[in-house]
């Protein structure tokens, strides 16, 4: 098999998470092409040369504008804050790569839009990592709604609530800086909502959003000074869809006992869908069928479901990890040609509309457009 050498940007949370991806998706799947874990970046010499043992990496290196640029790297994988994004995914596509990028793609949609037209200047595939689109109920979710048995779409309901930071005293981590993250709960969960909103319902034409501060002064890391907290640390807005659905999202880090809580209800004229990532397994459906409606609890893990058949026999089972190696699996087939396949980064830059447009509302008190046109036919 064609082997493809990947570098990793990262060695963090989710550089811990795309690589597990990458190294279990062709021990599981039947992988056009297998990846090889050849470099992985980062900052420090010390913690990138243990992850890089811990992890699976045959070399590590604090470089990654040499790595970008060697001649057996094929893709690029983003796993750093959000301010580093645009120039290494600039030099990626300047280099020939395919690119993946963690979420959200950019800090600003001018980031995004450039990002983008790079990637498609320089014609790499390019795919952004919203890894819970390809958990297998979300999947299911969307074939319901595809296949219109929930009918025509009125609602989506999306949260996504933590409890990490409900402590005035948890550090100010670079995840609560402007200048590194963009922004808080807005990009790094609410944006995960979103891009679920968009990918199940459509796209979002104008937002109503709101975003607090409650902490505006943390500790900072390993010392006895503070610095401010310059994010939100919680996001809502109202939104509207072109298919004249309308919806509403909330993402908050100060919610007691809500550790991951990612769930979406979506309403249509026929049935209704609910999904909650704390029980990701299951997906409950309703559809009107008369006196004896009423939801039910589909367990995703039959054969027939997508991506589970690579994995264990009916009721056994996935997790998180696994939503990042149906990403990777993807991501691996638009490599070898079957692609598109979403988000790529024209969602990235659509999202990161959606998010500048609930961040003007916000400001401005008032509804705002997105300046997103109509729907899109685009990646699968
Ligand atoms: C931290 O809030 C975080 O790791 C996010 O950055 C991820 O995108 C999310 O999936 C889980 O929470």
Redesign the pocket.
């Known amino acids: 098999m064609t082997k493809l050498g990947i570098a990793l940007i990262g060695t963090g949370?989710?550089g811990r998470a795309h690589s597990n991806a990458w190294r279990q998706v062709s021990r599981f799947f039947e992988t056009p092409l297998e990846p090889e874990l050849r470099v992985i970046c980062g900052r420090n010499p010390e913690t990138t040369r243990e992850a890089a043992n811990k992890l699976g990496w045959l070399e590590h290196s604090t470089d990654w504008e040499t790595v970008v640029r060697r001649s057996d790297i094929d893709i690029v994988d983003i796993c750093t804050p959000g301010d580093s994004h645009l120039p290494i995914a600039l030099a990626a596509a300047d280099a020939g790569k395919a690119v993946f990028c963690?979420?959200p793609l950019a800090n600003s949609v001018a980031e995004a839009e450039h990002m983008r037209d790079a990637v498609v200047k320089a014609g790499v595939v390019h795919m952004l990592c919203h890894?819970?689109r390809r958990a297998p109920a979300v999947m299911l979710a969307k074939q319901i709604i595809d296949e219109g048995r929930i009918g025509r779409i009125r609602h989506f309901r999306g949260t996504?609530l933590?409890d990490?930071i409900v402590d005035p005293e948890a550090p100010r981590v670079w995840?609560l800086e402007k200048a590194k993250a963009g922004s808080g709960?807005l990009g790094?969960?609410a944006?995960?909502s979103l891009d679920l909103a968009r990918f199940l319902v459509g796209e979002i034409s104008e937002v109503a959003g709101l975003l607090e501060t409650f902490i505006a002064e943390r500790p900072l890391p390993d010392s006895s000074q503070t610095g401010p907290v310059d994010v939100d640390d919680a996001a809502l807005a109202l939104m509207r869809f072109h298919c004249g659905a309308i919806g509403s999202v909330e993402g908050s880090?100060f919610c007691p006992g809500r550790k991951?809580y990612?769930r979406f209800e979506i309403n249509g004229s026929e049935g209704s869908l609910s999904f909650d990532l704390e029980r990701m397994n299951e997906l409950e459906f309703y559809a009107e069928e008369g006196p004896r409606s009423g939801f039910r609890t589909i367990l995703a893990t039959d054969p027939s479901h997508p991506f589970v058949q690579a994995w264990w026999p009916p009721g056994h089972i996935l997790g998180?990890e696994h939503t990042f190696t149906h990403t990777v699996l993807d991501l691996l087939r638009a490599v070898e040609g079957s692609g598109p396949f979403g988000p790529t980064f024209e969602d990235g830059v659509a999202n990161q509309r959606v998010l500048d447009a609930i961040e003007r509302s916000s400001d401005a008190g008032t509804w705002r457009s997105t300046n997103i046109q109509g729907p899109r036919e685009g990646a699968k």
Do not use: L, T
Request: positive net charge; aromatic residues 26%; proline residues 0%.
């Open positions: 949370f989710m963690e979420k890894n819970y996504y933590q990490w995840r709960a790094d969960i944006s995960h880090r991951n990612n998180y």
